[in-house]
């Protein structure tokens, strides 16, 4: 069974700071996705890497997936309320077609 | 509407009850996925359609578990003798052709299920 680790599980900052959530795996994956969720809604894609190494940036946030492609990292620079959020990594093993999702970052930003 | 949708969005049943709760996916999407989600965790893999069939369905729990698609759009995910473990929000999610592995996944907001 392929699982992935977040960390840290719960976040609460100030409104600015920077801020940088993990994504770990013992396993392989051939890509990796990162998706935010809100309350009463389902998960949203923020982004998907696909290569070892790969270092993709939205706006403030920016996406590493690991040069073994066993892990990734999600940070955000200057913190907004807005960020405010549940944020899920989930990984794609070779060959399937299903996501196993990680356990989430609850993260808080606070004004 | 253009995206996934679930009803009902909320249920609330008494153990041992039998319950469905239905998904309706994107048109054009040809995969289909069930997911549960219990309170502070990440989705968990349920069942997984490609078109009418049930390409891997290794995350049903149980056999109380079952899901349908006999059109190929339309889904319903099925639980008899419902328990109270069951509680959970069971969430659907659709992806278009040819997305194989990198696919985004467009997800409903989901059937929030009780069990009494």
């Known amino acids: 069974t392929q699982l992935l680790e977040q960390s840290p599980q719960f976040l609460s900052i100030q409104e600015g700071e920077n801020l940088t959530v993990y994504c770990n795996s013992s396993?392989?994956?051939?890509?990796l996705q990162w998706y935010r969720q809100e309350p009463g809604e389902g998960p949203v894609l923020l982004v998907t890497v696909v290569t070892g190494g790969e270092v993709k940036k939205l706006k403030r946030l920016t996406f590493q997936f690991g040069d073994a492609r066993k892990d990734s990292s999600l940070h955000i620079t200057a913190a907004q309320p807005g960020d405010t959020g549940l944020y899920l990594c989930?990984?794609?093993?070779?060959?399937?077609?299903?996501?196993?999702f990680g356990q989430g970052t609850r993260l808080t930003i606070n004004p | 509407g253009a995206g996934v949708s679930q009803t009902p969005s909320n249920k609330v049943t008494e153990k041992g009850k039998y319950v469905e709760l239905r998904c309706d996916p994107i048109?054009?999407?040809?995969?289909l996925y069930w997911y549960r989600q219990s309170l502070g965790q990440g989705p968990e893999f349920l069942i997984y359609?490609?078109?009418?069939?049930?390409?891997?369905d290794s995350g049903l729990p149980n056999d109380r578990f079952f899901a349908v698609r006999p059109e190929g759009s339309v889904s319903t995910l099925k639980i008899q003798r419902t328990e109270r473990g069951d509680s959970a929000v069971y969430l659907c999610?659709?992806?278009?052709?040819?997305?194989?592995?990198?696919?985004?996944?467009?997800f409903g907001e989901g059937s929030r299920l009780t069990v009494l």
């Open positions: 989930a990984g794609a093993a070779w060959g399937a077609q299903k996501l196993v």
């Open positions: 048109s054009g999407h040809t995969a």
């Open positions: 396993s392989v994956f051939s890509s």
């Open positions: 999610a659709s992806s278009p052709p040819g997305t194989r592995n990198t696919g985004e996944l467009f």
């Open positions: 359609f490609q078109g009418t069939g049930a390409a891997d």
